[in-house]
């Protein structure tokens, strides 16, 4: 079976502080797909990244990163020089490639970003 | 602009009332699915539809129902068999054509008074 592990319930730093969220999965399929996705106080999830099981290269997207690794089976996140806008609880999600496509969640991670 | 409608944002319920919970889309997607979220914890899913007219159970879907009628439309109806519903509940839809995941409705929050 498929499981999303995010062992870090909530975190909170300073503006301008980087922070890094991570995510550790299991499965038993060679070829899936990871999410990331943010959840806003208005309850909307808003897509942040999808990358396939074959594809360990790291992504940088401005402030944020991903970090991709096979061999642990992790798949962390990171935002460089937070920001309060960046307050949100974030989840990390896999899916199995092709057929129905449901995503499993990790439990999510509250981060809090202080000014 | 191309997107999924979850109405009503907040819903209370009753004591042995059934609710329905609406779920539109505008994105030609084939697939939809409903999640539950309860606080501090991750989204499970209910149920989920490929195609018109075929839907499947997810992992918690004791005391809900839904119906696919339309491609466009996927309701859940929360019954009273369902004993605890008081969550916040997400509907989302995606194409098969590649697993671009989810795009997801702003949410129900449904309280049982």
């Known amino acids: 079976a498929q499981k999303v592990t995010q062992a870090q319930t909530e975190i909170s730093v300073v503006e301008k502080e980087d922070v890094t969220l991570d995510c550790v999965y299991e499965?038993?399929?060679?070829?899936?797909?990871l999410f990331w996705y943010k959840q806003p106080p208005s309850g909307e999830l808003v897509f942040l990244i999808r990358r396939n099981s074959f594809d360990e290269q790291n992504e940088i997207s401005g402030r944020y990163s991903w970090n991709f690794q096979k061999s642990t089976s992790s798949f962390n996140f990171t935002i460089t020089a937070s920001q309060v806008v960046d307050s949100a609880v974030y989840f990390c999600a896999l899916s199995e490639a092709g057929g129905a496509q449901k995503l499993v969640f990790g439990q999510g991670t509250r981060l809090t970003i202080n000014p | 602009d191309g997107g999924i409608t979850q109405s009503p944002k907040y819903l209370f319920r009753k004591e042995g009332q059934n609710v329905t919970l609406s779920c539109e889309q505008n994105l030609n997607h084939d697939a939809m699915y409903w999640y539950r979220q309860d606080p501090g914890q991750g989204l499970r899913l209910i149920y989920y539809?490929?195609?018109?007219?075929?839907?499947q159970k997810g992992d918690i879907a004791e005391g809900y129902s839904v119906s696919r009628e339309k491609k466009e439309s996927f309701p859940l109806t929360v019954t009273s068999a369902q004993k605890n519903p008081t969550a916040f509940y997400l509907c989302a839809s995606s194409t098969q054509a590649t697993n671009y995941g989810y795009t997801f409705g702003s949410g129900t929050r449904l309280t049982v008074v």
């Open positions: 539809s490929q195609i018109v007219n075929d839907f």
């Open positions: 499965t038993r399929d060679t070829t899936y797909y």
